[in-house]
């Protein structure tokens, strides 16, 4: 088996062909994803963004599975960028990130339902259900 968050080169032809991430183990898909959209934030910060998967996994209309969550097309654009790729194995952030991926059943869900998140405060009139966590506003449509 392959190790979590080892280096894995960009093979697409564009921003948004993550192929290379196609076949990976879920838990290593998702602590990238943590990592490269919540490396900055507090603990309960990069729980919040796992959750936008699981709770997008346990919905449907995203996905069925995590790697079919996480690598659709225009929806983590973290997973498109050197972080989610070339981890830092021994950073704090990359340590957090990996225990949340690994223990997602036991983790406490300090968004609720909702479904996106993005950096800044959403604009759009059909956001609602918003919160915020660390730096990331989390919400539904």
Do not use: C
């Amino acid at each position: 088996m392959a190790t979590y968050g080892e280096p894995i080169a960009n093979k697409g032809k564009d921003k948004w062909d993550l192929s290379e991430f196609k076949g990976r183990d879920s838990v290593d898909l998702l602590a990238r994803m943590i990592y490269s959209e919540a490396e900055g934030e507090e603990y309960v910060g990069k729980q919040g963004v796992a959750h936008v998967a699981k709770n997008r996994k346990a919905d449907g209309r995203f996905g069925e599975t995590y790697e079919e969550v996480l690598l659709a097309e225009s929806q983590f654009e973290g997973m498109t960028t050197k972080r989610a790729r070339e981890p830092d194995l021994g950073s704090q952030a990359w340590k957090e990130s990996l225990s949340i991926a690994s223990n997602m059943a036991k983790q406490h869900n300090p968004i609720g339902n909702r479904l996106y998140f993005l950096p800044n405060k959403p604009k759009s009139s059909k956001a609602k259900d918003i919160l915020q966590l660390g730096n990331h506003w989390f919400f539904n449509y």
